[in-house]
C-alpha cells in the first residue's frame, strides 16, 4: 500500500510535468493500493482555509472554496487511514526517539507505520529519518 503525503497531493493537483508523472505511475497500481491519511488532510484544509481567510472579498474567496471543494472530493474517492492507536502507540515511540522532523510529518510516518504503508512524498530528507519508514519520491 502507499501512502501519498501532502505535497505530492499538491503536485498532482498542479498538473505540470511531476504531477502528470506522479498520477501515471498511481494510475498503474492496482485498485486499493493508494491511500491518503487524516493528518494530510488536517494540513490541506487549513491551508484552504488560510486562503479563505486572507481574502478581501466574499467573491474572491470563491476560487478557495472551488479548491476546498476539490479536496473535499478527492478525499471522499480514497481511503483516507486514521491516526488511531496503532498510529498513537508508533508516534509515541518515534517521538521518544527525538528525531529531528516536524510533528505533523511524525504523525504521518506514523500512520504509515502502522499500516505498513510505502510514504510517496518529495521530503525524503526529513521522513528517511524514519527509522523502518518506506519512503519513496516519485516525481523526479
Same mark, same amino acid.
Request: with cysteine.
Given at each position: 500500500?502507499?501512502?501519498?503525503?501532502?505535497?505530492?497531493?499538491?503536485? =498532482?493537483?498542479?498538473?505540470? %510535468? $511531476?504531477?502528470?508523472?506522479?498520477?501515471?505511475?498511481?494510475?498503474?497500481?492496482?485498485?486499493?493500493?493508494?491511500?491518503?491519511? =487524516?493528518?494530510?488532510? !488536517? !494540513?490541506?484544509?487549513?491551508?484552504?482555509? /488560510?486562503?479563505?481567510?486572507? +481574502?478581501?472579498?466574499?467573491? %474572491?474567496?470563491? *476560487?478557495?472554496? /472551488? $479548491?476546498?471543494?476539490?479536496?473535499?472530493? /478527492?478525499?471522499? @474517492?480514497?481511503?483516507?487511514?486514521?491516526?488511531?492507536?496503532? +498510529?498513537? +502507540?508508533?508516534?509515541?515511540?518515534?517521538?521518544?526517539? *527525538?528525531?529531528?522532523?516536524?510533528?505533523?510529518?511524525?504523525?504521518? %510516518? #506514523?500512520? /504509515?507505520? #502502522? @499500516? @505498513?504503508?510505502?510514504?510517496?512524498?518529495?521530503?525524503?530528507?526529513?521522513?528517511?529519518?524514519?527509522?523502518?519508514? *518506506?519512503? $519513496?519520491?516519485?516525481? %523526479?
Amino acid at each position: 500500500m502507499y501512502l501519498l503525503d501532502s505535497d505530492l497531493l499538491s503536485l =498532482i493537483d498542479r498538473g505540470g %510535468a $511531476e504531477g502528470l508523472r506522479i498520477q501515471d505511475r498511481l494510475q498503474h497500481l492496482p485498485d486499493g493500493q493508494i491511500s491518503l491519511c =487524516i493528518v494530510t488532510y !488536517e !494540513e490541506q484544509v487549513r491551508g484552504w482555509m /488560510a486562503q479563505i481567510a486572507k +481574502a478581501h472579498s466574499v467573491t %474572491a474567496q470563491k *476560487r478557495w472554496y /472551488a $479548491e476546498l471543494d476539490h479536496l473535499r472530493d /478527492a478525499y471522499c @474517492n480514497l481511503p483516507v487511514l486514521p491516526f488511531d492507536d496503532a +498510529a498513537i +502507540a508508533q508516534f509515541q515511540g518515534l517521538w521518544i526517539q *527525538r528525531l529531528r522532523i516536524g510533528t505533523m510529518d511524525l504523525k504521518i %510516518a #506514523a500512520i /504509515a507505520l #502502522a @499500516n @505498513n504503508a510505502t510514504l510517496l512524498t518529495r521530503n525524503i530528507s526529513d521522513f528517511g529519518k524514519v527509522p523502518g519508514l *518506506r519512503v $519513496e519520491d516519485w516525481s %523526479a
